[in-house]
């Protein structure tokens, strides 16, 4: 198994300012790598490609030793295949017959991993294995940074990267062979529906909540995003509004990312099986459709505009919660099963009558032929989890 580790880097002001310069020079070299193949495909029609360009880093590294020679030459080159990948994509797009953008410029903020392809090449993780009580991890030109070491690693380290958000830095490990922890039998099966009150609730009736810290968060990211939104452009004040937007984000990815590790953590101890919906996009990006207010009418389209942007924000876990969970999933060994969404939560779970109807408001189901009552995401939950019982009895009589 693949998985990745990440660690809070705490570098002295020194290495600090040498992870910045090493981020900032690498972002120099992808945005002129990128005006070489402008240029040479505008001017003369040539396309260039990784490999003339891989083979010039040795010139630009002796021409500014101080600068560019002073970093990991295999890290330049990850910079330039990240550029190549870039490339490839466009020209896929464009093969399909689609109009995709041109591939852009990084810009300061837009640019802020470098990767070390490989341990042992101009980086190295645990390079100080004596240290008592500290890691540290290696990196050319920045040298032994201490890292926030926080859980084990697992598995062979094969990449490593260095990646800045906000004011913070990161390391992040790509591990291979890291072994399974399989569980024990758990006897039980479910399904989950996935909401924004509630993050998951199970066909059982159990919940498990986004917490109030995340919450907060992302009412505080959507007035700063509403806050930034009327900032004149290049203004002292604009600057500073998106400093905030981009902390705030950030915060919110952590919590996230915490919550998502805690509740995939829970579901993967107490089921054998899991059922979930199968996320659909267009179904994450469609937002403020009339909801019904509970009292017979409709709320106006827009007229919780405050309440849609935060909702998007927390609806943006869903995909960070699922990814985690088929992690957790297969290293205990449980099964996972995505089924189709399309009718889960208006069908009656008791007597199988599907309507717009049955479901009352956001929280309330009422089933119109049978008169069954239940909470509403309990109740697709229920309808999930035999989706996905009756996908794996095909799939098993296939
Ligand atoms: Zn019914």
Partial sequence: MRRSFRFLLRPTSKQAAALAQCLEDHRQLY??????????????????????????????????????????????????????????????????????????????????TVEWPKDGD????????????????????????????HRSVKGRVKTISAKREG?????????????????????????IDLGVAWLVTTSDGGHVTNPRHLVTSADRLAAAQRDLAHKKRGSSRRGRAVARVAALHAKVRRQRLDCAHK???????????????????????????????GQGGYLANGASAKSGLNRSILDA???????????????????????????TS??????????????????????VACGHTAHADVNAAINILRAGLALREAAGAA
């Fill in 31 to 112: 945005n002129a790598a990128l005006e070489h193949r402008r240029t040479a495909y505008r001017k003369a029609g040539v396309s260039v490609r990784y490999g003339d360009q891989s083979a010039e880093l040795k010139n630009i590294r002796a021409d500014d030793a101080e600068g560019q020679g002073r970093w990991s030459f295999s890290s330049q080159q990850a910079t330039l295949r990240r550029l190549d990948k870039a490339f490839s994509a466009f020209f896929m797009r464009v093969r399909e017959g689609r109009t995709p953008g041109f591939p852009r410029f990084k810009g300061w903020g837009w640019f802020d």
């Fill in 122 to 149: 101009g980086c190295r993780w645990d390079s100080q294995p004596g240290h008592p009580t500290t890691t540290f991890v290696r990196l050319q030109g920045i040298g032994h940074v201490k890292v926030h070491h």
């Fill in 167 to 191: 004011s913070r830095w990161y390391v992040i490990l790509s591990c291979d062979s890291v072994p399974a922890e399989p569980l024990p039998a758990a006897g039980a099966v479910a399904g």
């Fill in 263 to 293: 509740a995939a953590l829970t579901l993967v101890r107490d089921y054998d099986m899991i059922a979930h919906e199968a996320l659909r996009i267009a179904n994450m990006t469609k937002r403020a459709a009339p909801e019904p207010d």
């Fill in 317 to 343: 876990g869903w995909g960070v919660f699922l990814t985690v969970l088929a992690h957790k999933a297969e290293s205990a060994g449980r099964e996972l099963i995505a089924v189709n969404p399309s009718s």
């Fill in 346 to 367: 208006r069908t009656c779970a008791r007597c199988g009558h599907s309507a717009r109807e049955n479901r009352v408001t956001q929280a309330e189901f009422v089933c």
